[in-house]
């Protein structure tokens, strides 16, 4: 149960709060502002490196209302629906 709370609490919204990483995020922001987002992603990597991190950004993102540089805004309502939203499994 806190397991979780952590990694709730300490998971970064954004890219730019992401530590290191810099080619993915450097890659999915880049097809974001194009528009070019593909239709599937795999994200191979150790436990805790940021694959689910990255999944949720990005998400947020291809659905975000007010995209900037790439970036999710987090106060739409279609962020804010997104990070409040309590999910089950791990995540
Ligand atoms: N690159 C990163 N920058 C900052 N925090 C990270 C990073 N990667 C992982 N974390 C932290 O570690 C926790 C686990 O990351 P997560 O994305 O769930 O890993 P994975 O899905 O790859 O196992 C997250 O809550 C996040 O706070
Ligand atoms: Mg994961
Ligand atoms: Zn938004």
């Known amino acids: ?13 954004k890219f730019s ?3 290191g990483q ?11 502002i194009a ?5 599937a992603y ?5 436990r805790g490196t940021g694959k689910t991190t990255t999944a949720k950004i990005l998400a947020r993102a291809v659905n975000c209302l007010n995209l900037k540089d790439g970036e999710p805004c ?14 089950y499994g791990y995540y």
């Open 1 to 13: 149960m806190g397991y979780t709370a952590l990694y709730r609490k300490f998971r970064p919204t």
């Open 17 to 19: 709060e992401m530590v």
């Open 22 to 32: 810099e080619h993915i995020k450097k890659t999915l922001k880049n097809q974001l």
């Open 35 to 39: 528009g070019r987002v593909g239709h």
């Open 42 to 46: 795999l994200f191979n990597g150790g």
């Open 74 to 87: 987090n106060e739409c309502e279609i962020c804010k629906a997104a990070l409040e939203r309590v999910t």
